[in-house]
């Protein structure tokens, strides 16, 4: 999740802090929510600037049944370029699809699936 809160500094202005972290409590006081991470940071829902859904399952076993399938993408240039999956494969928490003409594209980029 991203985050972003305003405070005052020491000088008496005000500051924006922001971060990224993991949710590990949530805790319900009276009217409202505190949500703390594992760095210890609480958060108030208000400060919440964007939350990311964990990925449930296996992605890679999920993604390889786009093999013998059409995929369309785009291009450097914003041009849609098509091509048959022959394999899958991940890196460092990414998927990537690899066509029969050897193009490797993130399939996070794919816009369509035949």
Do not use: C, R
């Not at 991470?37 to 449930?56: A, C, F, R």
């Amino acid at each position: 999740m991203k985050w972003h809160k305003i405070e005052e500094s020491e000088s008496g202005d005000m500051e924006i802090l922001e971060g990224a972290g993991k949710i590990t409590g949530i805790k319900f006081t009276g009217e409202t929510v505190e949500f703390t991470l594992e760095d210890g940071t609480i958060l108030l829902p208000e400060n919440i600037s964007e939350l990311k859904s964990p990925q449930v399952g296996n992605s890679l076993v999920e993604a390889s049944n786009l093999i013998g399938k059409s995929v369309t993408w785009l291009g450097e240039n914003e041009e849609q370029l098509s091509s048959i999956v022959s394999s899958v494969s991940q890196k460092d928490g990414e998927i990537y699809i690899h066509t029969k003409d050897s193009q490797k594209i993130k399939a996070s980029d794919l816009v369509t699936i035949e």
